[in-house]
């Protein structure tokens, strides 16, 4: 940070995911603005900027005008503090996915009173497979947008910076299986979308929770640990930007190139939908931040501070627990009272008060990585399991958004483990 440029910590009400917080990125891409710094579980961002280019004002309205809600804290204040604003949100989104489901089952038993099956009701019938009754077509509309008007003023916000982040994604999603006759099938990833957005929002909120619990409104050297991230982090991101743009620009030759040959192109265009559902990389960039929150939260608890996910990450590949096999990792510990060096040259500061602390550093930090490990494949192998499904016809639509949801929460709830330190 040069002399120029001053930190402004910004606290986003909404920040749920990687594709709010590369929506923010690209509404502060502009002139007077030096780093960007993500806590995804805090739902914080650091703003590096010059103050004589671009004044703090204006980033906070560059910030609104992406639908998301943003405030300057302290480096002290507690994780999870936008509390008003989260329950008011989850209880209206709780609304909407009520009354989706309310539309939807009213247009299944329309159907159901107009087909010959109930499965055939779920379905549609007809020689075409998806004819439905017209009273039943209203309901199933009504459902997708209730579904749908939760995500829609973000996807219009995502839209306008030209991003397609999993908002965008599925509105296009619904709204490509209702033009192709689909809307029992629209209606269900509308709806099973808003569950499993309440089911996602709820894992990290627990995650908030946990970790306020753990460290409540303690500020000091621990608020800035995060700052240096680790490198599976830095490798995620960039993977995401990559992997985004491939599986839409994938979706699109699916439901355009096998059809010039074949002529299926409802067929082949239904599967490309399955394809943008399983374009946003959420549950992979989710999965280690998480990880990486717990897993300093508790080992501050337990006498030892690292100061960020990479210190952790080196920690894990020490050969013994040893200040020496350490040392030879990258990595440099102190203890708190007898420290010989300046705290911000020091990747991990113990408090000496047990003598296995080293053995817990090095044991936590193992344990750490080898649940980022387990969540990233995970993430990758769920991804590549339905992106194969997608292209033999195997996987429908609304399971995709099932099982790319549910990764989410489950890498979530797999991080949370680690809030729970080894004994000493």
């Known amino acids: 940070m040069t002399p120029a440029h001053v930190l402004l910590r ?29 806590d995804l579980v805090g739902r914080r961002v650091d703003v590096t900027y010059d103050p004589s280019i671009l004044p703090a004002a204006a980033i906070l309205a560059a910030v609104a005008d992406t639908g998301l809600s943003a405030h300057t804290h302290d480096a002290g204040e507690v994780v999870g503090d936008d509390h008003q604003h989260h329950y008011h949100h989850h209880d209206t989104a709780k609304w909407w996915a009520a009354a989706s489901l309310t539309a939807f089952v009213a247009g299944w038993l329309i159907d159901g009173l107009n087909a010959a099956t109930w499965a055939e009701a779920l379905f549609g019938h007809g020689d075409d497979g998806h004819s439905h009754h017209r009273a039943a077509v209203v309901a199933y509309g009504l459902s997708a947008v209730a579904g749908l008007a939760p ?17 965008v994604l599925v509105c296009l999603s619904a709204i490509g299986a209702a033009a192709i006759g689909q809307w029992a099938e629209a209606a269900a990833v509308a709806f099973l979308f808003a569950i499993a957005h309440l089911m996602e929002t709820w894992s990290i909120e627990r995650a908030r929770h946990a970790v306020a619990t753990l460290v409540g409104h303690e500020p000091g050297w621990g608020d800035d640990r995060g700052h240096e991230s680790a490198p599976v982090e830095r490798w995620i991101e960039k993977f995401a930007a990559v ?14 190139g096998p059809p010039i040959v074949d002529g299926q192109w409802e067929t082949w265009f239904y599967r490309g939908l399955i394809f943008l559902v399983l374009a946003c990389p959420c549950a992979l960039v989710i999965s280690t931040p998480v990880t990486v929150v717990a897993a300093l939260t508790s080992a501050a608890r337990r006498g030892v501070l690292f100061k960020g996910g990479s210190p952790l990450e ?16 990258g990595v440099i510990v102190q203890c708190r009272t007898t420290a010989t060096m300046p705290l911000g040259q020091v990747d991990v500061v113990l408090t000496c008060d047990h003598p296995e ?5 090095v044991g936590h930090a193992r344990r750490a990585v080898a649940v980022i490990r387990q969540n990233v494949t995970l993430a990758l192998v769920t991804k590549a399991a339905f992106l194969v499904s997608a292209i033999l016809g195997a996987a429908p639509l609304w399971l995709a958004v099932l099982a790319d949801t549910g990764a989410t929460v489950a890498v979530t709830l797999n991080g949370l483990r680690l809030l729970r330190a080894a004994p000493r």
């Open 357 to 361: 602390d080293l053995e817990f550093l």
């Open 151 to 167: 995500m829609i003023p973000r996807a219009v916000a995502s839209l306008r910076y030209l991003r397609l982040d999993m908002h």
């Open 243 to 256: 992997y985004t743009p491939a599986v839409t620009f994938a979706a699109l030759a699916v439901a355009v």
């Open 314 to 329: 080196r920690a894990a590949k020490a050969t013994a627990p040893t200040a020496e096999a350490l040392a030879s990792a």
């Open 10 to 38: 910004l606290h986003v009400a909404g920040m749920d995911c990687a594709d709010e917080a590369a929506l923010i990125r690209r509404a502060l891409n502009r002139p007077g603005i030096a780093a960007l710094n993500f």
